[in-house]
């Protein structure tokens, strides 16, 4: 458990106590900040205890990742954002995915034969990028619920990009991972090798360049970032990609807009979970999944046949994911059926198909976990996505109980492996379904000019039967964060335990025609007993960085996943 309810003040240099004389915002309680990374989390309270918003602490821990953290996310990239205002009630989503450039076509991440290309040939280089949202989703999110000026929010990604970091040891691990490919990438080299290989943990890394773009947009805004110089940067790094060189044009990047998105909200038992629309499948899924084991009593399951619990969820799992590969992409551009496949009494008819005894069968030419026909959908083929696990998740509760939510993500480990003005630039369009049709219908998640790929990050927030918000949270891991989140919810809300005890259950997922659950985990003692209900179970690494935030009696206190090396901060009154 990595959690400091109080402050350890050698390490975070912030008082656990505001001084006698000041405000009154400085000496109620500050909130909570919980990220994947110490140097985030840290950035994060240090605005709440400035009197800042949970929005800006937020924000302050999105654009110290992107120094920190540059495998996984940054102002590169994109995200999903979910806001509950404490005075209002209301709950708002901002839809900061990246789009496709228009110069995208459907035939992308097609050969010369007209087949897929294998995702480590996608991947690399500038067809891969999309035009990055997270400055965008920034200032949409400043200006509705920020407190703090927007230049102070900069202050501590600066700092740590000027006078450096530390590499941690997951992101040492993923540039030894990726020393070799590395060889044609001569700017990330740059960055992150020393003496001519991968930086080792505890590697002191400055970045001068990426200090000085985020001071210009301190001072000028998210347009410095659309226009002018920067602009022009990424162009330049996506056209000269020393692997498939691309177009995004300045018009590309002008026209990119933050989108506020209506939330995805359903019941499960008492509570109201909400999420983020489509381009994200998370809030989809997830309610999926959960209201097809709704019928079970998951308490009694977990207590007195755990086995059998696991078995439930799996089957919900993988209905509930078959419904996400066929029907949903970015419904701007798709008519995507949302309120369909939460309908409760398609939700029933999904949940009947689970028996309690056995997972179902594999018949010869039969799908043996086939999607529905949720109400509003229309005929459509199903086809997999390539999204692979990535992506990193903050939150942030302040004094007031405002709760800020993101997911934030450049897609694979350092996105395309292009570096522009010392940022690193996204892989997202790999998240589109490469093969364009499938038995000659086309498909919903294909690339498309101007549109969003679709995505699995599942940025939760959970009200109880009064309505008020208990529970906020979202995690890494490309497509299984959908399956992370979800075990993490029913772990709170079925099995009575907290958020730290939930996050440290074990993982689940799926892959052919297995069950895999997550080795070197309690799961494992279970494996033969799950197998009796008729599952191929594996063993696999199902690593996830989950962070979130529990309001106790206490008040609201911060967690993260056991498995990360990220830290939750919480000052109670």
């Known amino acids: 458990m990595k959690k400091l309810c109080t402050f350890l003040a050698l390490f975070l240099l912030i008082p656990l106590t505001a001084p006698a004389h000041a405000k009154d915002h400085e000496t109620k309680n500050a909130g909570t900040a919980a990220s994947a990374h110490p140097e985030a989390t840290k950035a994060g309270f240090e605005m709440l205890q400035a009197g800042g918003s949970a929005a800006d602490a937020a924000m302050a821990m999105m654009l110290t990742l992107t120094v920190v953290e540059p495998q996984s996310s ?89 006078e450096g970091y530390a590499v941690s040891v997951p992101q040492a691990d993923w540039l030894k991972r990726l020393e070799r490919l590395w060889v044609n990438f001569p700017a990330a080299q740059a960055l992150y090798w020393k003496d001519g290989a991968a930086a080792p943990a505890g590697t002191i890394i400055k970045n001068p360049e990426l200090g000085q773009l985020l001071r210009e947009l301190q001072a000028g805004g998210a347009d410095a970032f659309y226009s002018g110089k920067t602009a022009a940067a990424i162009s330049a790094a996506v056209a000269n990609a020393p692997r498939s060189p691309a177009e ?21 038992r008492i509570y109201k979970i909400c999420g983020m629309g489509p ?24 207590k007195t046949e755990p086995a059998k619990a696991w078995h439930v969820i799996a089957e919900a799992m993988r209905l509930a994911y078959s419904d996400r590969e066929k029907y949903l992409a970015d419904k701007d551009f798709v008519a995507v059926p949302v309120d369909g496949l939460i309908d409760k009494d398609y939700m029933t008819e999904r949940s009947a198909m689970i028996a309690l005894d056995r997972a179902r069968p594999q018949l010869p030419g039969v799908a043996t976990y086939p999607a529905g026909n949720p109400p509003g959908s229309s005929p459509r083929t199903a086809a997999i996505s390539s999204e692979v696990a990535g992506t990193t998740h903050f939150t942030a509760v302040d004094g007031e109980g405002n709760i800020a939510n993101m997911t934030s993500t450049v897609e694979g480990p350092f996105g395309s492996q292009l570096i522009a003005r010392g ?57 299984r964060i959908i399956m992370h989140v979800t075990k993490t919810l029913i772990g709170v809300l079925d099995y009575g335990l907290s958020l730290d005890e939930a996050m440290a259950l074990p993982n689940i997922y799926f892959g052919g025609a297995g069950v895999l659950i997550e080795k070197d985990s309690d799961l494992i003692s279970l494996q ?46």
């Open 279 to 302: 381009p994200s499948s998370g809030a989809t899924t997830v309610l999926g999944i959960l209201g097809a084991i709704e019928r079970f009593d998951m308490t009694e399951l977990y």
């Open 528 to 573: 033969t007993d799950i197998s009796k209900f008729g599952h191929i179970v594996v063993t696999s690494g199902l690593p996830s960085k989950l962070a979130g935030a529990q309001k106790t009696e206490k008040g609201w206190i911060g967690s993260v996943d056991p498995r990360s090396t990220g830290q939750a901060v919480s000052e109670l009154p």
């Open 248 to 268: 995004i044009t300045a018009e590309d990047l002008a026209n990119y807009r933050a989108i506020l998105r209506a939330p995805v909200c359903s019941t499960y």
């Open 423 to 479: 940022m690193v630039l996204n892989n997202e369009l790999t998240d589109f379904t490469f093969a364009p049709e499938k038995d000659g219908a086309p498909v919903a998640n294909r690339v498309q000019a101007g549109k969003r790929p679709l995505s699995s990050m599942s940025p939760t927030l959970v009200y109880d039967s009064d309505g008020q918000p208990i529970l906020a949270l979202g995690s890494a891991g490309g497509k």
């Open 74 to 162: 940054g102002i590169g990239g994109g995200g999903f954002f979910l806001h509950h205002d404490a005075k209002s009630g209301w709950m708002q989503t901002i839809d900061g995915r990246e789009m496709a450039p228009a110069s995208a076509e459907s035939t992308r991440f097609l050969d010369d034969e007209g087949k897929p290309l294998k995702f480590i040939q996608a991947m690399p280089g500038g067809k891969s990028v999309g035009v990055p949202g997270n400055m965008r989703l920034m200032e949409m999110a400043h200006r509705k619920w920020g407190k703090l000026p927007w230049a102070k929010i900069f202050e501590p990604a600066i700092r740590l990009a000027e």
